[in-house]
């Protein structure tokens, strides 16, 4: 099981930006496919955006395209998702995963993140 840690949610206004990082202290993520998802109040869990080992192939939820981009460190152990034109739909808790079997629907993943909590205000 991986174990990963994601941070840097929080609250902006619509039109903002942030950017989440997920890091694993005790696995080598760099050979993993790593990708995020998010689950909104009174919804279930969905698929935001992964990006593959070579950190050049990337996916992304149509309700996202354009706007977020996943990056990869390696050499910090690290996965990034920066998140520009931030809209109120996109208040949900955010979290990181790591080699999913499936990353489709709410993902069939060994390794999860704690989540973030991102909030967009109108």
């Known amino acids: 099981q991986v174990q990963l840690v994601d941070s840097g949610g929080g609250l902006v206004q619509s039109g903002g930006s942030l950017r989440l990082s997920c890091a694993s202290p005790?696995?080598?993520?760099?050979?993993?496919?790593v990708g995020w998802f998010r689950q909104a109040p009174g919804k279930e869990r969905e698929f935001v955006a992964v990006?593959?080992?070579?950190?050049?192939?990337?996916e992304y939820a149509d309700s996202v395209k354009g706007r977020f981009a996943a990056s990869r460190d390696n050499a910090k152990n690290t996965v990034y998702l920066q998140m520009n034109n931030l809209k109120p739909e996109d208040t949900a808790i955010y979290y990181c995963?790591?080699?999913?079997?499936?990353?489709?629907?709410?993902?069939?993943?060994?390794?999860w993140g704690q989540g973030t909590q991102v909030t967009v205000s109108s």
């Open positions: 995963a790591a080699a999913c079997t499936s990353w489709q629907g709410s993902g069939s993943c060994p390794g």
């Open positions: 005790g696995a080598q993520i760099r050979y993993l496919a």
């Open positions: 990006v593959r080992l070579s950190g050049r192939a990337t």
